[in-house]
């Protein structure tokens, strides 16, 4: 059964950057896509919007971006340290949310938008991020 478990959230000022990491365990990681979500305040779990996907090494480790992080918004993954990361630049306040990490669904690769919340099927717990003016 696949883990994830996010961490480096905090509470930043806004224009500033910050780097969040996500530990896997549980599955074999290289063949997995990855995504992080983010959930803001007020909002229900299944209107979690999806900031970043990322492919398996063998398509590439292409990456796709949300709308609102697309040059803002970096994600990488360590296929030795079963790590995912996302690194945050330019902060907003708009960017203040619940961060989370998820596995997709076996065969499933990254899409454009990242897509829906049902390609992904293990999350995290989430890691709070804070960005104040």
């Known amino acids: 059964q696949a883990r994830l478990s996010e961490s480096g959230g905090g509470e930043v000022q806004a224009g500033e950057s910050l780097r969040l990491s996500c530990a896997v365990s549980?599955?074999?990681?290289?063949?997995?896509?990855l995504g992080w979500f983010r959930q803001a305040p007020g909002k229900k779990r299944d209107e979690r919007e999806g900031?970043?996907?990322?492919?398996?090494?063998?398509?590439?480790?292409?990456?796709t971006y949300g709308d609102s992080v697309k040059g803002r918004f970096t994600v990488s993954r360590d296929n030795a340290r079963n790590m995912i990361y996302l690194q945050m630049s330019d902060l907003k306040i708009d960017d203040t949310a619940t961060y989370y990490c998820?596995?997709?669904?076996?065969?499933?690769?990254?899409?454009?938008?990242?897509?829906?919340?049902?390609?992904?099927?293990?999350w995290g717990q989430g890691t709070q991020v804070t960005v104040s003016s």
């Open positions: 549980g599955l074999n990681f290289g063949e997995f896509a």
């Open positions: 998820a596995v997709a669904g076996y065969a499933l690769g990254c899409v454009e938008n990242v897509g829906p919340l049902t390609r992904f099927g293990a």
């Open positions: 900031i970043a996907c990322i492919d398996r090494d063998r398509y590439g480790g292409r990456a």
